[in-house]
């Protein structure tokens, strides 16, 4: 029909009235994308880009060269080297290299270390072309040391400081004549921190020596060898982080749960624990809440909780007990601790267990004591239901901005020589329990929470120290620089520095901190938290290292990076929610509990929390992309008068 019965400008005024034409389709497609593609944007983690100052360099100190096994130094050489000697034999080799920090302060964007690798010996033979032949004694690696002024013979195998670079050179690699570099960023960042001198470092191979009595080396450029071949760091500082950040926040009402206050999302499943008898659980990805009514088997006021499959053990602050709640079976079993009206807060298992957890260590915040509750024995076989509940309840979603602030922290020098204050601590044993009594020698304090390591656990005191139990009869009493600080949570890192924060529930002038405990050398690092009067109350530290916490007054959820000196602080959408316990899932979301109205919330970094979008998504989508179709449709509607126009004309004609 097209162009054969109808005359050419009607059939393009009646063609165009059917379809649009291609500007129209393309700006109608436009829109939608444009549409979809914020709310994804809206879904999503969106901090700026910060901006950088140009990069700069470092030469190395001229201090530079090499340590032996048997106390021999050498210094002032064109080269340094790594490996193992013959003469004597089969002694080990490190280089030491160190760059000034004079003039540099502030964030660093990145920094890396340049070596000039020059040639290599294996079994005696050298070799200068590339590829070199590996020496053969495993990974070349970089370490952080301290500084270490000029080389002795004390300097070989100095211990590390922390941030190590790791790995420069493979122990299956065949590196080329020329530089090779690795990130050391967080070494010299952890240096400029702590207000040292110099960024240095030791070079060695991960194996000492073959025991060969043969020469296995690698040789590395020295100050000496000029611009050409020294080592030097390249570096970059941030001129400031960027304005803001966004992050998708969901938030669930509990079905009957009231003031919640323990979480645990580590083991991929969100539990919590309401203050009025119940312990529940969301799966996220349904919407869908169980609870169970833990108080119909004498749990009063659940506070904390462990998780261990199906079992959580859980804290019963105002009934004095310790309970369990087996939730495959629905059935709940409790325990009362010996001493009165003791008040059960934080409790954890042991730093490692077999199979299965063999005791629980828990504070006693009212009458300042440390309790541990065996397992197994007949304590919890008086088994009670816990009537189980299901429902489904539709989460809001908010974007969250950030507020962002750069806070210089206080670093207060620690003494590794001398230990810190020792106090007997006899434990008192009745059936399964035992208790340690902090009354004598930490007077006033409210152990709140407990956390264990390789060999001890380490408690909070709602004071400005923390304490450790060690060995089971004593306990090791570590100061804070901050006299008005009231420690409350605490966790250890990967490296073993304890973490804490400090804060006030009550009335008082306690600040607001988040410090870090070295336990080797009792140096304390200490920030103020931006939010005055936040109490940052429940932390914990993510793969990353990041440090997340809530803030009970503050209204908020805060993360420090460490290295950067900069606090994130994510506000709640609604007034008072008073966020308490924190906990972190495997996928690096951020779960909380909003005791003030009776919520549960989870934030994530990534943009990726679940549902990732508001449940309205699609209706936004499809009530979007009919408007605009309609919009088209209503210019179209006027183009088929024209059309009836000519029909008529024609019609006229014939």
């Given at each position: 029909?097209?162009?054969?019965?109808?005359?050419?400008?009607?059939?393009?005024?009646?063609?165009?009235?059917?379809?649009?034409?291609?500007?129209?389709?393309?700006?109608?497609?436009?829109?939608?994308?444009?549409?979809?593609?914020?709310?994804?944007?809206?879904?999503?983690?969106?901090p700026l880009p910060e901006v950088n100052a140009s990069p700069d360099v470092r030469y190395?100190?001229?201090?530079?060269?090499?340590?032996?096994?048997?106390?021999?130094?050498?210094?002032?050489?064109?080269?340094?080297?790594?490996?193992?000697?013959?003469?004597?034999?089969?002694?080990?080799?490190?280089?030491?290299?160190?760059?000034?920090?004079?003039?540099?302060?502030?964030?660093?964007?990145?920094?890396?270390?340049?070596?000039?690798?020059?040639?290599?010996?294996?079994?005696?033979?050298?070799?200068?072309?590339?590829?070199?032949?590996?020496?053969?004694?495993?990974?070349?690696?970089?370490?952080?040391?301290?500084?270490?002024?000029?080389?002795?013979?004390?300097?070989?195998?100095?211990?590390?400081?922390?941030?190590?670079?790791?790995?420069?050179?493979?122990?299956?690699?065949?590196?080329?004549?020329?530089?090779?570099?690795?990130?050391?960023?967080?070494?010299?960042?952890?240096?400029?921190?702590?207000?040292?001198?110099?960024?240095?470092?030791?070079?060695?191979?991960?194996?000492?020596?073959?025991?060969?009595?043969?020469?296995?080396?690698?040789?590395?450029?020295?100050?000496?060898?000029?611009?050409?071949?020294?080592?030097?760091?390249?570096?970059?500082?941030?001129?400031?982080?960027?304005?803001?950040?966004?992050?998708?926040?969901?938030?669930?009402?509990?079905?009957?749960?009231?003031?919640?206050?323990?979480?645990?999302?580590?083991?991929?499943?969100?539990?919590?624990?309401?203050?009025?008898?119940?312990?529940?659980?969301?799966?996220?990805?349904?919407?869908?809440?169980?609870?169970?009514?833990?108080?119909?088997?004498?749990?009063?006021?659940?506070?904390?909780?462990?998780?261990?499959?199906?079992?959580?053990?859980?804290?019963?602050?105002?009934?004095?007990?310790?309970?369990?709640?087996?939730?495959?079976?629905?059935?709940?079993?409790?325990?009362?601790?010996?001493?009165?009206?003791?008040?059960?807060?934080?409790?954890?298992?042991?730093?490692?267990?077999?199979?299965?957890?063999?005791?629980?260590?828990?504070?006693?915040?009212?009458?300042?004591?440390?309790?541990?509750?065996?397992?197994?024995?007949?304590?919890?076989?008086?088994?009670?239901?816990?009537?189980?509940?299901?429902?489904?309840?539709?989460?809001?979603?908010?974007?969250?901005?950030?507020?962002?602030?750069?806070?210089?922290?206080?670093?207060?020098?620690?003494?590794?020589h001398l230990p810190p204050p020792i106090a007997s601590a006899t434990p008192v044993a009745?059936?399964?329990?035992?208790?340690?009594?902090?009354?004598?020698?930490?007077?006033?304090?409210?152990?709140?929470?407990?956390?264990?390591?390789?060999?001890?656990?380490?408690?909070?005191?709602?004071?400005?120290?923390?304490?450790?139990?060690?060995?089971?009869?004593?306990?090791?009493?570590?100061?804070?620089?901050?006299?008005?600080?009231?420690?409350?949570?605490?966790?250890?890192?990967?490296?073993?520095?304890?973490?804490?924060?400090?804060?006030?529930?009550?009335?008082?002038?306690?600040?607001?901190?988040?410090?870090?405990?070295?336990?080797?050398?009792?140096?304390?690092?200490?920030?103020?938290?931006?939010?005055?009067?936040?109490?940052?109350?429940?932390?914990?530290?993510?793969?990353?290292?990041?440090?997340?916490?809530?803030?009970?007054?503050?209204?908020?959820?805060?993360?420090?990076?460490?290295?950067?000196?900069?606090?994130?602080?994510?506000?709640?959408?609604?007034?008072?929610?008073?966020?308490?316990?924190?906990?972190?899932?495997?996928?690096?979301?951020?779960?909380?509990?909003?005791?003030?109205?009776?919520?549960?919330?989870?934030?994530?970094?990534?943009?990726?929390?679940?549902?990732?979008?508001?449940?309205?998504?699609?209706?936004?989508?499809?009530?979007?992309?009919?408007?605009?179709?309609?919009?088209?449709?209503?210019?179209?509607?006027?183009?088929?008068?024209?059309?009836?126009?000519?029909?008529?004309?024609?019609?006229?004609?014939?």
């Open positions: 029909m097209q162009g054969k019965f109808l005359p050419r400008r009607l059939d393009r005024i009646l063609w165009s009235s059917v379809v649009p034409s291609g500007r129209q389709v393309v700006r109608a497609t436009a829109l939608v994308l444009l549409m979809v593609a914020s709310i994804f944007v809206a879904n999503s983690s969106l190395s100190d001229p201090t530079d060269g090499v340590v032996t096994g048997s106390g021999g130094i050498n210094t002032g050489a064109s080269h340094f080297w790594v490996g193992d000697e013959q003469d004597p034999p089969n002694v080990p080799l490190q280089a030491f290299v160190k760059f000034s920090l004079s003039g540099i302060s502030g964030t660093l964007a990145s920094a890396r270390l340049y070596l000039y690798v020059a040639f290599s010996d294996h079994d005696a033979v050298s070799d200068s072309s590339s590829p070199l032949t590996n020496p053969g004694l495993g990974d070349c690696l970089v370490r952080h040391i301290g500084d270490y002024g000029t080389l002795g013979p004390s300097d070989f195998n100095a211990p590390s400081i922390g941030s190590d670079p790791g790995v420069l050179i493979a122990g299956t690699a065949t590196p080329n004549v020329g530089y090779t570099s690795i990130d050391t960023t967080a070494a010299m960042q952890d240096d400029i921190n702590h207000g040292r001198a110099f960024t240095t470092f030791l070079i060695k191979l991960s194996t000492d020596t073959d025991y060969d009595g043969k020469i296995d080396r690698l040789f590395f450029g020295a100050s000496e060898a000029g611009a050409t071949e020294a080592p030097y760091i390249d570096y970059r500082l941030s001129l400031g982080p960027p304005p803001s950040v966004l992050v998708g926040l969901t938030e669930w009402s509990l079905p009957t749960g009231r003031s919640p206050a323990g979480i645990s999302a580590e083991s991929g499943r969100i539990w919590y624990a309401s203050g009025n008898g119940v312990i529940g659980q969301i799966d996220p990805p349904t919407n869908t809440f169980t609870e169970w009514a833990v108080q119909a088997g004498g749990a009063q006021n659940p506070a904390c909780l462990r998780v261990f499959g199906d079992t959580i053990y859980f804290t019963d602050r105002a009934g004095n007990k310790i309970g369990k709640l087996t939730s495959n079976r629905d059935q709940v079993s409790t325990a009362t601790v010996p001493t009165s009206d003791s008040g059960p807060n934080g409790i954890t298992f042991s730093y490692i267990f077999i199979d299965s957890p063999t005791s629980l260590t828990f504070t006693e915040e009212w009458q300042r004591k440390i309790g541990r509750l065996q397992l197994g024995g007949m304590i919890f076989d008086l088994l009670l239901p816990a009537p189980r509940s299901s429902a489904t309840q539709t989460p809001t979603f908010n974007l969250v901005a950030s507020e962002i602030h750069v806070v210089t922290p206080t670093v207060t020098p620690g003494n590794p009745s059936g399964p329990f035992t208790e340690w009594s902090l009354s004598p020698f930490m007077a006033d304090s409210r152990p709140m929470t407990v956390i264990p390591d390789e060999t001890s656990y380490w408690f909070s005191t709602y004071r400005n120290y923390l304490g450790r139990l060690v060995s089971g009869d004593r306990v090791y009493i570590f100061g804070l620089p901050t006299a008005s600080s009231s420690t409350i949570d605490l966790k250890v890192d990967t490296t073993g520095n304890i973490w804490y924060t400090a804060g006030n529930f009550f009335p008082g002038t306690s600040r607001d901190i988040i410090g870090k405990l070295e336990p080797g050398t009792g140096t304390v690092t200490e920030w103020i938290v931006p939010t005055t009067g936040g109490t940052p109350s429940s932390l914990a530290i993510d793969k990353s290292g990041m440090i997340w916490f809530t803030q009970y007054h503050g209204n908020k959820i805060g993360k420090l990076d460490p290295t950067t000196y900069t606090f994130y602080e994510f506000p709640m959408p609604i007034l008072n929610s008073r966020p308490l316990r924190l906990s972190i899932d495997p996928n690096g979301n951020i779960w909380f509990t909003e005791e003030g109205i009776n919520k549960v919330g989870g934030l994530s970094p990534a943009g990726q929390m679940i549902p990732e979008f508001p449940e309205n998504i699609f209706v936004i989508i499809i009530v979007a992309s009919a408007a605009i179709l309609v919009t088209l449709s209503n210019r179209l509607k006027k183009q088929p008068s024209a059309a009836r126009k000519i029909l008529h004309k024609e019609n006229i004609r014939r």
